[in-house]
Structure formats: C-alpha cells, structure tokens
C-alpha cells in the first residue's frame, strides 16, 4: 500500500511536469524551436503571479486569470519581435538566442527580486488532503494540478485537430511556403503558437509558484523535466508528453522512497535508458 | 476593358542567378493561358513571382488593374489569385478534408465550397478524412487543384498539374476543366505536355532561358514555331 501511495504521489507531480513540457511541445511541433529559455519563462510567470498577488491582494488561483494574458502577451511580442528572425533551416540560431534570453530573464529577475527565495500562499487548500483508500491520502491541490493539467492536454490536442488556427499551426509546421498560398501569414501564426506555449507556461508557472519555493535561478532544472518528458513521451505527441511527465514523476518518486538522495537521479537514470532504449519515445508522431 | 492580370517586364533572381528577363504575359478575363517552355526555363519561377512567393527585382504586376507586385503571398491569395504548386504540396499532416477546408483560410466569397469540390472531383469525397499522403498522384493533385478553388480565386495558377500522373489520369484532370472555368474563371497553366497545353488553351506563350520566346494564339502556332521558340534554335 505504500508503495501505491508513492507511485500515486508520483503521477500527481507527473502532472505537473506535464504541464512544463507541455509548451516545449507545442513550439517544437509547431516551428522547430527549441525555446532554452523555456524553464526561465515558467520562473517569470510565478514572478507575474507574485506581483499580481501582492499587488491585488488575491489568491495565486485567481491571479492565473491576468497572469495566463499577460504571459500570452509576452509570447506574441516575443516570437514576432525577436524569434521569427531566428527561425530558418538551420536549428543553433534559436538555441543561441533563447539561452542568451535565459541568461538575461534570470539575471533580469535577480536583479528586481533578489535571489531570496519566494512561496506563493494558497490557503488553505494546500493542507487539505482526502483519504482515497485505506491510509492512501490525496491532497486536494496536487489533485486539483493533476486534473488541470489533463485538461490543458486535452485542450490542446482538440485545439490542434478540431480547430481551424490547429489546422493552421499544423499545415504551417509541415510547410511554411505553401501555408503562405493559404493565406496564412507565418509570422503570426508561429506567435500564435509562442503565445500559446506561454499561456500554458503561465499556468504551470502558478502551479510551481505554490507547490515549491522558487527564486530567479530554478529555471533550468525545469527545463530539464521538461525536455525529459517531451522525449520519453515522443516528440509531437500531446499525450505522450503527459505519459512522459508520468513516468518521469513516477521514476522520482520510487527513487526517494529508495533513498531520498536518489530522487533526480532515479528519473535521470530512467530518461537515459528510455533515450539509448527507444529514442524516439513511447508514442512519437513527429519524424524530427 | 483592362486585361485582368499584366505582367510588364519583370526580372526574378534567385540569389545572383537570374532566372526571368524581362518577361511580359496578360491574361484577360475568362481567358485560359499556356505557358510552356523546358525544365529551367524560368515558368514555375513566373508563377511563383505572380503568387508572391518571390518578389521581382524589377518590372510590375498588375491584377485588376492595382498593383501587386511585391505584395506577399498570403495577401496576393486574398487578392483573388491563387497557385498550384508544382508537385501537388498538399500538407501531409492534415487529412483530404482538412486539406480543402485550409485552402478556404481566406474566406473569399465566392462559388466554390467543400461541397461543389467533392461534385467536381467525387474520389476526394471517399477519400475525405484519409490522410493527405495516402492519396494516389492523381488523387493528390486533384485535392491540390481543390484546395486552390477552395480560395474562390478570379485567376487560377497551375503549375505542371500533369508531371508525374499517368496519361489516362491527366486526360481526366484536364476534362474537368471547363466546369473549373465555368464561372468566368481565368487559368493560366504551366505544361510539359505541350499537346495538353495547345489543346486546352487559348494562347501560348513560350519561355526559354528566362525569356518569352513566343506568344500568340494556340490555332495560330505550328510545331515547327514552338520547337524553334522551346528549344532557342
């Protein structure tokens, strides 16, 4: 029962690092960017969240409702402003400009917070806990995470094939140049997708902001979860990112059990042999 | 009356490489035009500079009087024009459907809707949700000639539709075209088939190395005229 109970912790933080890859994903499929700055941005959004809960006094759930915009925002400005220039043939351009944009959203942040480290209050909810079964507890707040998360998930993939701007990120992301004969203008639909991606980031900001204490410089480590489940999830797949984000919480949480010091290696570990056993992930849909 | 499209002098590069010089065309209204010429001669560069996928360095196109050289392809489509592109390049990650209902992106007015399509070409509608690339050649191209109607454009665009597909299919293509133009829509198809082109259009032009070698009516032109304009004899 214990056990259960570990690998039930497990999947409910799986949830979470769902929600991290999840906007990694979605840029990767949509334009073949990889955003290095990613982790940082989730890092900005718990900051947005903090001002807003500060400023106006409301709890870090109701602050998603001007934190999701304004990141979404951002996103626009960003990828129409900076990142479309980068995009080409060639894939080190983005690299280069996002992990310079990592340097500068860290240190940018650093310099009008301090490294102090921050904890978004969620009340009360953050306590309560049901039991599920006999001795196996659920707290209502990482349940609540999880059920958003595959909400989101789910969101995404009806956005992407039941809508029209899906078709269009999807017919966009096979080929730019024919898109254009559509009627499509790609600079807007890649910040389309970028505004997205921070939307989705935003919100998985506001979950990190309550669940663990964050200061500027966590962004990278996330970043890694998040490439983690994208790849053990297979690249293009929305589900399988959340699959990925399951396994990945999962492997922590057995490795803490094991020894609290194992709790990242025992997912690292678990990443590696999924990437030297099956490169491609469990349930790829993009062919690189 | 002003002829519909005017393409006045227009050179096109690709990089250094100078791929049309000075080339003139007009289409009018209603009208069907060939363009034929040997690989490299510059026609798919035409169509793609009319579409504006490419920008010409010099000289001016003008649709319906107004200016459109230059503008950018996702605008030239609201125009009114629009293009088949050479190898069908239909999206391999959307279905047959999703294919036709993103050529309507622009929501022009006009006759064509999903429905008229799948009456003109009845394959695609038992094939509508199968993915794009499950398609056969002939399969594929009518989908891409689909999805540019789906645009509802005043002048369509074809660039190659026979290369690759079978005689027999292309005979079936070519025979739905005057439903195509039913409505008063203007062509201008690129062909190898030079047979096809003379047979379904009213005018021809010829390009060579970048150049109009030739230009007149198709009854008017003679095998020996069109072997000396193709090949620059």
């Known amino acids: 029962m214990q056990w259960f109970n570990i690998v039930l912790q497990g999947v409910l933080i799986g949830g979470l690092y769902a929600m991290f890859a999840a906007g990694l994903s979605l840029i990767f499929g949509v334009m073949r960017l990889v955003n290095i700055a990613h982790g940082d941005l989730i890092v900005l959004a718990a900051y947005v969240s903090l001002v807003v809960t500060q400023a106006m006094g409301v709890d870090p759930l109701t602050s998603l409702l001007l934190v999701v915009p304004v990141m979404a925002v951002i996103g626009y400005a960003l990828q129409r402003g900076l990142l479309n220039r980068t995009l ?12 310079g944009l990592s340097i500068i959203i860290q240190n940018g942040l650093l310099e009008l917070f301090t490294a102090d480290s921050r904890r978004l209050q969620a009340g009360a909810i953050e306590v309560q ?12 707040l990482p349940l609540l995470q999880f059920a958003i998360a595959v909400a989101v998930i789910a969101g995404l993939q009806i956005l992407f094939y039941r809508t029209a701007l899906g078709r269009a990120f999807r017919a966009t992301s096979d080929d730019p140049s024919v898109a254009q004969l559509m009627g499509l203008d790609t600079r807007h639909v890649f910040a389309m997708a970028m505004a997205l991606s921070l939307a989705v980031i935003a919100i998985a900001g506001v979950f990190l902001a309550v669940r663990t204490n964050f200061d500027p410089a966590i962004g990278p ?12 999830g297979g690249l293009g797949s929305m589900w399988g990112t959340l699959a990925g984000g399951i396994i990945l919480g999962v492997s922590q949480a057995i490795g803490a059990q094991i ?16 990437l030297a056993a099956r490169p491609q992930g469990f349930f790829p849909k993009v062919s690189g | 009356m002003p002829d519909l499209l005017e393409v006045k002098a227009i050179d096109a590069f690709y990089g250094d490489f100078q791929a049309l010089f000075g080339v003139s065309l007009s289409v009018e209204a209603g009208q069907i035009i060939a363009v034929i010429g040997a690989n490299g001669a510059g026609k798919s560069t035409l169509l793609k500079t009319i579409a504006g996928l490419m ?10 009087g107004m200016p459109v050289t230059g503008t950018p392809a996702f605008d030239v489509v609201s125009r009114g024009i629009a293009l088949v592109p050479e190898g069908r390049r239909l999206f391999p990650s959307l279905t047959v459907e999703e294919n036709l209902l993103i050529g309507g992106q622009s929501h022009r007015p006009g006759p064509w809707t999903i429905a008229r399509i799948y009456e003109l070409f009845p394959m695609l509608a038992e094939r509508r949700h199968l993915p794009a690339p499950a398609l056969s050649g002939g399969q594929q191209q009518m989908a891409a000639i689909g ?3 789906m645009a509802n454009p005043q002048l369509l665009l074809c660039d190659e539709i026979s290369l690759g597909l079978a005689p027999i299919v292309v005979r079936d293509i070519y025979a739905q075209l005057p439903q195509i133009v039913a409505e008063g829509l203007s062509l201008i198809i690129v062909e190898q088939d030079i047979a096809q082109a003379l047979r379904a259009a009213s005018r021809v032009y010829c390009l060579q190395e970048g150049r109009v070698a030739l230009n007149g009516p198709a009854r008017e032109l003679t095998r020996e005229m069109i072997s000396a304009a193709y090949f620059g004899v």
């Open chain 1, 88 to 99: 080409g043939d060639d894939l080190l351009p983005p690299l280069l400009v996002t992990f």
């Open chain 1, 129 to 140: 806990a049901f039991e599920l079964l006999q001795g196996v507890w659920i707290g209502v």
């Open chain 1, 221 to 232: 480590a996330r970043l890694i979860f998040g490439f983690e489940a994208v790849i053990i």
């Open chain 1, 259 to 274: 020894d609290p010091g194992w709790q990242l290696l025992a997912g690292h570990i678990v990443f590696l042999a999924i």
């Open chain 2, 55 to 64: 920008r010409p360095r010099q000289g001016e196109i003008l649709f319906e």
């Open chain 2, 147 to 149: 999805r540019a109607l």
